[in-house]
């Protein structure tokens, strides 16, 4: 059965780091694109982040350009997400989804699996 979980969340100070894992079972990472999405109480769904099926494209939402950074270790078939300088309003449950792609860039449409999300609050 594909499964994907993430982890990682919990409640870090404005400024603070967090680092989020996706970890996949039930298929191999390599031939698909993973991102990194979240949803915020009252607003819509967001793409943060996501790479592509080797690693070599990565893209990112302008809000978090310079603080986040998407990484991929195949052979533990786990995708990373580094969040440095946490704001406020980087609040939200954060989601992994997989799209088999096993070619080209990543984007952020067309997502067929999905984790059950973990929260990230930035609070003082």
């Known amino acids: 059965q594909l499964q994907l979980v993430e982890s990682g969340g919990g409640l870090v100070q404005p400024g603070g780091s967090l680092r989020l894992s996706c970890a996949a079972s039930?298929?191999?990472?390599?031939?698909?694109?993973i991102g990194w999405f979240r949803q915020a109480p009252g607003k819509e769904r967001e793409g943060v982040s996501c790479?592509?099926?080797?690693?070599?494209?990565?893209q990112y939402a302008g809000s978090v350009k310079g603080r986040f950074t998407i990484s991929r270790d195949n052979a533990k078939n786990t995708v990373y997400l580094q969040m440095n300088s946490l704001k406020p309003e980087d609040t939200a449950s954060y989601y992994c989804?997989?799209?088999?792609?096993?070619?080209?860039?990543?984007?952020?449409?067309?997502?067929?699996?999905w984790g059950q999300g973990t929260q990230v609050t930035v609070s003082s």
């Open positions: 790479i592509n099926y080797s690693g070599y494209n990565t």
């Open positions: 989804a997989a799209q088999f792609r096993p070619s080209g860039p990543c984007t952020f449409d067309g997502y067929n699996y």
């Open positions: 039930g298929f191999n990472l390599n031939v698909y694109a």
